[in-house]
T-cell receptor, first 112, second 112 residues
Framework: DQQVKQNSPSLSVQEGRISILNCDYT??????FLWYKKYPAEGPTFLIS?????DKNEDGRFTVFLNKSAKHLSLHIVPSQPGDSAVYFC???????????FGTGTRLQVFP | KAGVTQTPRYLIKTRGQQVTLSCSPI?????VSWYQQTPGQGLQFLFE???????NKGNFPGRFSGRQFSNSRSEMNVSTLELGDSALYLC???????????FGPGTRLTVL
């Protein structure tokens, strides 16, 4: 049972435009959500997180939006840069554990 | 501050052998978690340790085990290796629950 889903396996965006990566979850008990960026053969790099009590968190070019009623979160990257090309994973967790439940990832390609 | 380190980076074993992977967390981090990444299953949680205690375990067979030492360094062991154990094994550390986890570069295990 996939508790965290990323339904778009890939996304292609032109440099300078907005990239929107989506993530859906089924467990309403998750307390916080995270986004990670990953290059092949490397460990994931933490990007941004959001608590379930918030609906938006912003850090530079990255903004995460959380819609609890829809059990949906999204990561916005503005403006997109070629260096953003990577696989992006969303993850969910509860406050009583460090166990992260990962989505299947979305491969973002930013072209000039 | 040094990041999470994992050794070895690459490992080749044959079926039936056993393997031990090592992880050194970021200084001051007491929580260490392990994940397995495969093309088919994505990032799957293995186990989580805090102050030398296993706090959570993923849905993996008993051949997978781990431990944490008093200096927070952690090891995971896989016995009686199977072809399907070929994967990237990732270690992550954090200050504790509710804080973002930082990942190491991973150990690429190939079972022949």
């Amino acid at each position: 049972d996939q508790q965290v889903k990323q339904n778009s396996p890939s996304l292609s965006v032109q440099e300078g435009r907005i990239s929107i990566l989506n993530c859906d979850y089924t467990n309403s008990m998750f307390d916080y959500f995270l986004w990670y960026k990953k290059y092949p053969a490397e460990g994931p790099t933490f990007l941004i997180s959001i608590s379930s009590i918030k609906d938006k968190n912003e850090d530079g070019r990255f903004t995460v939006f959380l819609n609890k009623s829809a059990k949906h979160l999204s990561l916005h990257i503005v403006p997109s840069q070629p260096g953003d090309s990577a696989v992006y994973f969303c993850a969910a967790a509860s406050y009583n554990t460090d166990k992260l439940i990962f989505g299947t990832g979305t491969r973002l390609q930013v072209f000039p | 501050k040094a990041g999470v380190t994992q050794t070895p980076r690459y490992l080749i074993k044959t079926r039936g052998q056993q393997v031990t992977l090592s992880c050194s967390p970021i200084s001051g981090h007491r929580s260490v978690s392990w994940y397995q990444q495969t093309p088919g299953q994505g990032l799957q949680f293995l186990f989580e340790y805090f102050s030398e205690t296993q706090r959570n375990k993923g849905n993996f067979p008993g051949r997978f085990s781990g431990r944490q030492f008093s200096n927070s360094r952690s090891e995971m062991n896989v016995s009686t290796l199977e072809l399907g154990d070929s994967a990237l094994y990732l270690c992550a550390s954090s200050l504790g629950t509710g804080n973002e986890q930082f990942f190491g570069p991973g150990t690429r295990l190939t079972v022949l």
